[in-house]
């Protein structure tokens, strides 16, 4: 009995051990032979039911990326990468990034939401936005992965929609697939209509996909085709190249390692809105590509896919001494204390910065002199490819579209150096329960608020409806009557929170919660002839100057913060005044070099005469006269 | 390490003054005293004619440079003492405000003053009467005004480093290593400057306390 007690705990132990060592067995493609040739990626397509995609299958299935990659690569491994560990608790959450942001016209919301815990930032769930929902309005600029495929982030009421819509996978083509016809914008569409499982493979160049998971109800079967008591909708459906499969069933897909810099702008674009350059032409882009390098150049990672993201004092796991090269100084300013050399990586040049006074680099980030739009008197709107879908079929091209974000806007950081922002304010329903405020539900505010707030963007502008203080007001009291007495409905906006006094009149009150949520920016980097201080102190050390003075505009549908502004000093934590006196100071440089120089000039002078007035009673002494 | 030399700079500074006022070596009615003899009022100037004139003068930028010397000690010093690093916001503001009327007061200072502070055959018998008495291992008298000279003729000298490393920081010429060792060569040499000041009043006490210096 006993010997067969240490037999089972012995078996279960080796059983143990072999699960470990399959998982960390290495795949044929995740570890490089040292050979820089790019590999031929001739493959079998893999379903999800991992099963070879045949041309005479009937349905035919998309291919998985799961599956099909994961064959040669280490998909576990992967999915841990900085693009799809947005949900991982495990995961760091890092320096405050792009959020999305989630945008209701009819109810004056504008909110941003990540599943990262980046302050300023709500979980999608907060404001009852599910995972699907979320996948749905946000997952045309995702990656796939993560949220979009583990279990844990699914709610109850939407299990059946997974099975019809299916994962959403990592999608390692998106970044890796480097041919022309890879239609990045049919994934987005294809992921609005829940076609998750089919997107990837609708996006490749040799596959069609029509239909629409959305349409299709709850109880579907993706092996039974249509539906009969819905014959007019379409579910979703495959179409293959079949010249593209060769006799042995496989298909060319032109992997590349070193991503091409389109495949990473389609979700990360920015447009600077700016009346006086409206071509694409009158925009340079950022100097490292226009020389030639690619943003894997710098943001690199390995198997796990943890990208670097080449701010100061990214913490890192693993591989720090290497991640420090990759940020701006690590690569461009000399550091004589690594045993081996490792700054001017691909030729960087090392910048000369004459005559800029250390405490610059003491206070400012590099970005501050070199990123972003050069500062204006007015902190110009920008639109980004998460924020409004750029570079999808159908986009609204308005400049005065919703979300509003801001750039560049100079904010202390909490490392204490002022770095170039984009910037949002929250505007959203929420409500006070025991002095904490939370986000309303969009479900429950929306039917409420549609009463209220006549839209007339009759033009599809789609930028924010006119809210004025008696709307908001008749609202407040609607969402007051359906809601416990123990909570008070509050509306954030412009910085403030509103809420009704007893007398029924709006009340205007500061919150940390109102403050606009902003994220540090890098890109685009500037010539050095074209950054902040190129031309002298001027640039920054004027009572005009952009960078202290610039006016960011009070972002609201409420009409009280119309043509209302801001100055950037403001968040960065300096005294107006003393910043203005500073500044005013500069104005009189000239003088107080011309008084110091011929003050200097004059005590050197005397200095020189009595210093050749004692060589000469040396000299008489050394000649033996008195 | 300069917020940490400073901090030990006028620590041991304090400890100084709280031993001078011990001794009884530094009272208010010396003080009095002190300041009524070193400064011209409105009324005496106005009264000086011809040569008097440039006494008042070298009195006058005498005093101004050394109020604007302590002003900028006090606004570039406590700063760095507390947070350390760069001077920034109203302290940085009030020091470069300063520091060019400080220069021009200096520069005149030097003007006025060098001629009546020139080195001459007395200090060259002082110093070989110093090394005779070393020799004979006697105890030196101190020549108040020999030791003012050094101390006029040091400041004079280490004013250069001080202001120049600052104005040369202003144009391009220097790079981000160049602009470090300015800043340094700034920090130390004002340091340098500190204690010259401060031997300077050592001397005027001991002048005070004991006339048969003057």
């Not at chain 1, 970044?175 to 829940?194: G, I, K, P, T, W």
């Not at chain 2, 105890?139 to 280490?158: E, G, P, R």
Request: charged share 20%; with cysteine; proline share 5%.
């Amino acid at each position: 009995m006993m010997s067969n007690q240490i037999f089972l705990l012995v078996l279960i132990y080796l059983l143990l051990c072999s699960m470990v060592w399959a998982q960390e067995e290495e795949l044929i493609g995740d570890v490089s032979d040292g050979s820089r040739a790019t590999p031929v990626h001739l493959i079998q397509l893999i379903d999800h039911d991992s099963s070879v995609v045949r041309l005479d299958d009937q349905p035919l299935m998309p291919y998985s990326t799961k599956i099909t990659c994961g064959k040669c690569h280490n998909y576990d491994k992967i999915s841990t990468g900085l693009h799809f560990n947005a949900g991982d608790s495990a995961a760091s959450a890092g320096r405050p990034g792009h959020p999305w942001i989630y945008v209701d016209q009819q109810s004056g919301t504008q909110i941003p939401l990540s599943y990262r815990d980046w302050p300023g930032t709500y979980l999608p769930q907060e404001i009852g936005i599910s995972t699907l929902n979320f996948l749905e309005t946000f997952g045309r600029h995702m990656p796939g992965g993560g949220v979009g495929e583990k279990e844990q982030f699914r709610s109850l009421e939407n299990l059946f929609r997974w099975q019809v819509s299916g994962d959403l996978q990592i999608n390692c083509l998106s970044c890796h697939d480097a041919e022309f016809a890879y239609d990045r914008s049919e994934y987005a569409l294809q992921v609005a209509r829940q076609n998750f499982r089919w997107a990837a493979t609708a996006a490749s160049a040799f596959v069609w996909v029509r239909g629409s998971a959305k349409d299709m109800p709850d109880n579907y079967d993706i092996y039974f085709g249509r539906v009969p008591d819905q014959p007019q909708k379409m579910p979703p459906q495959v179409f293959y190249d079949k010249s593209r499969f060769n006799y042995k069933n496989e298909v060319f897909f032109d992997i590349v390692k070193n991503i091409p810099n389109e495949n990473c702008y389609f979700c990360h674009s920015t447009k600077i809105v700016d009346s006086t350059r409206t071509q694409r032409w009158h925009f340079d882009g950022d100097v490292h590509i226009e020389s030639g390098m690619f943003c894997v150049d710098c943001h690199r990672h390995g198997l796990d896919h943890k990208m670097v993201r080449g701010y100061e004092n990214e913490q890192r796991n693993t591989d720090k001494s290497m991640t420090v090269t990759l940020t701006c100084q690590g690569c461009h300013l000399p550091n004589n204390d690594e045993p081996v050399p490792k700054v001017g990586r691909l030729g960087a040049p090392q910048p000369l910065h004459l005559g800029i006074p250390t405490v610059h680099f003491d206070r400012l980030t590099c970005t501050t002199c070199h990123s972003g739009e050069w500062p204006k008197q007015q902190v110009l709107p920008i639109r980004t490819s998460a924020a409004h879908a750029l570079g999808m079929h159908g986009v609204i091209k308005s400049e005065q579209a919703l979300p509003h974000i801001y750039s560049p806007v100079f904010i202390k950081q909490s490392d204490g150096k002022i770095a170039p922002h984009n910037l949002v304010w929250p505007s959203f329903w929420a409500k006070v329960i025991n002095d904490s405020i939370v986000p309303l539900e969009m479900e429950f505010i929306s039917p409420i608020v549609q009463k209220f707030i006549v839209n007339d963007d009759t033009l599809g502008i789609r930028s924010w409806l006119d809210l004025n203080s008696g709307v908001i007001i008749k609202i407040l009291d609607s969402l007051a009557l359906n809601m416990s007495s123990e909570s008070e409905p509050v509306y954030i906006s412009g910085g403030f929170i509103y809420r009704r006094d007893d007398d029924n009149h709006l009340l205007q009150e500061t919150h940390k919660i109102a403050q606009p949520y902003s994220w540090a920016i890098a890109h685009d980097v500037r010539p050095a002839r074209q950054s902040l201080g190129a031309r002298g102190c001027d640039d920054c050390h004027s009572t005009s100057s952009p960078f202290y003075f610039a006016q960011l505009g009070i972002d609201s549908p409420m009409g009280i913060h119309k043509n209302k502004t801001r100055a950037v000093i403001e968040f960065q934590e300096k005294n107006i005044i003393a910043a203005w006196v500073f500044s005013f100071s500069f104005f009189f440089r000239p003088l107080l070099k011309v008084f110091i120089i011929s003050s200097c000039l004059l005590i050197a002078g005397v200095l020189i005469l009595y210093s050749f007035k004692g060589l000469a009673k040396i000299t008489q002494a050394a000649a033996g006269k008195k | 390490m300069y917020q940490i030399v400073v901090i030990i700079f006028f620590v041991i500074m304090a400890g100084w003054v709280f031993w001078t006022v011990k001794s009884g070596n530094f009272t208010t009615p010396k003080l009095k005293i002190l300041l009524q003899k070193t400064l011209v009022s409105k009324k005496e100037f106005i009264k000086l004619k011809g040569k008097s004139y440039s006494y008042a003068l070298r009195i006058l930028f005498y005093q101004i440079t050394l109020a604007l010397f302590f002003l900028l000690a006090v606004s570039g010093f406590v700063p760095i003492m507390i947070t350390g690093g760069h001077l920034s916001g109203i302290p940085l503001i009030i020091h470069v405000t300063i520091a060019p009327f400080f220069c021009v007061s200096l520069a005149l200072s030097v003007l006025f003053w060098v001629y009546f502070l020139r080195f001459d055959s007395k200090d060259w018998d002082y110093i070989k009467g110093l090394n005779q008495k070393r020799k004979k291992k006697h105890k030196a008298i101190l020549d108040i005004n020999f030791w003012q000279k050094v101390n006029f003729w040091t400041f004079a000298t280490i004013s250069l480093p001080a202001i120049t490393s600052i104005i040369l920081g202003m144009y391009p010429i220097f790079g981000t290593s160049g602009q470090e060792i300015l800043i340094e060569l700034h920090r130390y040499s004002t340091l340098l400057l500190f204690i010259v000041v401060l031997f300077h009043i050592y001397l005027l006490f001991i002048k005070l306390n004991n006339e048969s210096y003057i």
